[in-house]
């Protein structure tokens, strides 16, 4: 294209400006790349489960718990494909600092349930056979050295035994890889139920909540309600959502975290409105004399006008996608804590919208000054 | 002194002509008051939340758990504990010579948020008799306290805004029970606002317990430690104490991290493009001014004096900024409530976001860091023009 040396050339007039007008644009759309990747992350915590999966806990919260007693009752409503319990250890290995995402369940069901967790065959004979059974993932492994045979020791910041201690001697007996599963987001160990429910002193018979597979997602809403019809008026009341609702709910409560990052999204953008549209009146201001030239060869009002958006443009849209891309690079590390994320494409579509607007907003009132030159007094320093 | 008064007159000719750039300018004050005022917002925050939990606890209040738990939800206290913690010696006693102490339980309920109907999770606190005397700065503000053995609460009234239903006259459930909220309470903004209260007796029939979760005692001033060493001295009850404001403390500990993290994570990388924005104004500012300064540099003026003239400038601008900010992010942020979750299950606590002068000193400090940063490179620029070429200069 022709008209590009001139763009090019209009942008690179004065290096500084534009090199540090840039890199403003990059780190705001950097910033907007994270908070956008933390929002999509704290989301995703649930998202690698599909929606044929819901999740039962009692009514009132969480905590209250729920009797083991209503998995068959529960396995027999129609359209359930399967269920397995889950109960929350507050497990950590010898000292609290080294806590570990730790759930007590029947294994032999989980491994059932969950057919996506990778582990050998002989494993999963032992692990659902042996009564001290603990499987771990593999990065819990070889974060502490723990191999399969090895006897540990976890303890509880919640259950103490009946003996007073609040240590559990587990053997382990499988290695999980949960590469399918979303590797952060799954727990990484699973104690025997049975051994642990005999173990504790309080809460017997107990758990903390079920996960229910069912047969059609489109069928998700019909089995909730049955479920919790089945236990309505119960000493234990039930609630069945799908398992992303909870998900979003559970972020809900810690904040209204998209909220404050829209917020100070805005407000980065609010600035950045005054810089680009600044540099860009700037620019256009000193160069009156060299459009009024263009204006004399031939270009019209319109055409200058043009120039002068496709200019911002270029700025802005190049700025953005530098600083996506480094948002995306950041997140590369981070990936154990928050999960899997890369920006989902309606945050990239997102994004470019909002340079886009940028852009226009900065370039058209000095395009509109120029394209409206009149070429004489352009000429003369006027 | 001469070199003084000549720096004097560089700084004031030059803020005089500050308005002649009022469009850069105005880039680097909205630029730095951007980030000050989403920094100050977010330590409100935090400072906010300290406030509630951190500063509330009473001096001389002790918090008795069991040993290992790290909150009340997760921890009993054996019945045949009780009488050998309120028998100790630093157990402050009322008229009658009672120990002031109060066996507590907690409980969960479910809650409704007003804005956007999710769902909350609030305590239920039983209460033991001595609560009056335990806790004297609880007071009705609404309705009437609850009677003994009847499914009565009253309602923390930092509770009755941000969620819905939970006027006296209506009822929640809980415990297989329906219970009649029966009034509203304050409490001088401590965490205990953010719950609701009842009996403990009928709280722990309704759930048919017999231990509580933990005990409350006042002490007498000064006897923590000796508590602590009468309590120690009988091992087979397993028990941890701890003061009332650590106890607070510990649970608001995570998000109160968190927010710190946020607020300087979010501070640096605005602060970052705030410098950049900052530069740019005001190697401007030099370049528009770059006959001005070779004239000055060639009639005798030092160059120390053209880099404080740009420095002073970039300063006022930062300064400027910050204050616009802070002013910013106290006028719309100060006093609002916000709710977040503290402890092991998460229950709700409501505060207020407090833009308290600390908070608002530390956006400014940040404000001139982001401006004297921006002001160095061109006045070192500025210095060293090659005075013959920039004036000849169009």
């Known amino acids: 294209m022709k008209h590009f040396i001139l763009i090019w050339a209009g942008l690179w007039r004065k290096r500084t400006r534009t090199i540090l007008t840039l890199l403003s644009i990059v780190i705001a759309f950097l910033l907007f790349g994270i908070l956008a990747s933390i929002g999509q992350g704290l989301n995703a915590v649930y998202t690698h489960i599909n929606a044929s999966e819901l999740f039962v806990q009692n009514s009132i919260a ?321 | 002194m001469k070199t003084l008064q000549c720096m004097a007159a560089v700084v004031w000719m030059n803020l005089c002509a500050l308005p002649q750039r009022a469009g850069t300018s105005l880039v680097m004050v909205v630029g730095i008051g951007g980030v000050v005022a989403v920094v100050v917002a977010v330590l409100a925050m935090v400072a906010g939340l300290v406030e509630t939990m951190q500063n509330k606890g009473h001096e001389d209040r002790a918090v008795i758990l069991r040993y290992g738990s790290s909150s009340e939800t997760g921890s009993w206290v054996p019945r045949d504990a009780v009488p050998i913690i309120m028998d100790a010696p630093e157990v402050r006693r009322d008229a009658r010579g009672r120990p002031i102490a109060s066996m507590e339980v907690v409980r969960l309920v479910r809650v409704v948020r007003s804005r956007d109907n999710t769902v909350g999770t609030v305590a239920l606190r039983g209460v033991g008799l001595e609560n009056a005397a335990l806790r004297p700065e609880v007071r009705i503000v609404q309705g009437r306290m609850f009677r003994p053995a009847l499914n009565e609460v009253i309602v923390g009234q930092a509770l009755i805004g941000p969620f819905k239903g939970l006027r006296p006259g209506s009822r929640v459930t809980t415990g297989r029970a329906q219970w009649t909220i029966v009034g509203v309470f304050a409490s001088g903004g401590d965490p205990h606002e953010s719950e609701m209260m009842t009996g403990v007796d009928t709280l722990m029939s309704a759930y048919q317990i017999t231990d509580p979760n933990s005990i409350e005692v006042a002490l007498k001033p000064g006897a923590f430690r000796g508590f602590v060493d009468t309590l120690s001295g009988h091992p087979q009850v397993h028990l941890t104490v701890m003061r009332e404001r650590d106890y607070y403390a510990s649970q608001s500990q995570a998000v109160s991290q968190l927010l710190g993290f946020l607020a300087f994570l979010v501070g640096s990388v605005m602060g970052l493009g705030a410098i950049f924005g900052a530069l740019n104004t005001m190697y401007s500012a030099v370049s528009t001014r770059t006959r001005e300064i070779a004239t000055l540099r060639a009639l005798g003026f030092g160059p120390a004096a053209i880099v404080v003239s740009v420095l002073v400038e970039a300063l006022l601008l930062g300064v400027t900024g910050g204050v616009a900010g802070a002013a910013l992010a106290w006028l719309i942020f100060d006093r609002v409530t916000a709710s977040t979750v503290s402890g092991a299950v998460g229950t709700q606590i409501v505060f207020h976001m407090a833009v308290t002068p600390g908070v608002m000193a530390a956006g400014l400090a940040w404000a001139t860091a982001l401006g004297a940063v921006g002001g160095l490179l061109p006045a070192l620029r500025a210095a060293r023009l090659p005075v013959a070429t920039a004036l000849a200069a169009s």
């Open chain 1, 62 to 382: 969480m905590a209250n718990g729920l009797p083991l007693a209503y998995l068959p009752r529960i396995r027999k409503v129609p359209g359930v494909r399967a269920v397995t319990s889950w109960t929350f250890f507050g497990a950590y290995y010898r000292e609290p600092a080294n806590g570990l995402t730790m759930f007590a369940t029947d294994i032999g069901a989980l491994l059932r349930v969950f057919p996506a967790i990778g582990m050998p065959q002989d494993e999963r004979e032992k692990a659902t056979h042996l009564r001290t059974a603990l499987i771990v993932s593999q990065r819990t492994a070889a974060r502490y050295g723990w191999k399969v045979g090895d006897r540990v020791p976890i303890s509880s910041s919640i259950w103490e035994k009946k003996d007073g201690s609040r240590v559990y001697e587990a053997d382990i007996a499988g290695i999980m890889d949960l590469s399918r599963l979303g590797d952060s987001t799954f727990p990484e160990a699973f104690l025997q139920y049975d051994y642990f429910d005999q173990a504790r002193a309080l809460g017997n018979g107990t758990v903390h909540w079920f996960v229910v597979l069912i047969d059609d997602p489109h069928h998700a809403t019909q089995v909730a309600g049955a479920i919790d019809a089945l236990f309505a008026n119960s000493a234990y009341e039930t609630r069945t959502v799908n398992i992303s609702v909870w998900a979003q709910n559970q972020i809900k409560q810690v904040g209204d975290v998209q909220l404050i990052s829209r917020s100070i999204v805005g407000a980065v953008l609010f600035a950045l409105l005054f810089l680009t549209g600044n540099t860009m009146m700037q620019s256009v201001s000193e160069r009156i004399p060299e459009l009024a030239v263009l204006k004399t060869v031939g270009y019209s009002g319109a055409g200058i006008l043009t120039l002068i958006v496709l200019e911002a443009l270029l700025l802005c849209l190049s700025a953005a996608g530098v600083g996506l891309t480094l948002a995306n690079l950041i997140f590369k590390p981070f990936a154990p804590i928050f999960g899997e994320v890369s920006l989902p494409l309606p945050v990239v579509l997102g994004a470019a919208g909002i340079a886009v607007l940028l852009a226009l907003v900065s370039g058209l009132p000095p395009g509109w000054r120029a394209a409206r030159l009149s070429v004489v007094d352009a000429l003369a320093g006027r």
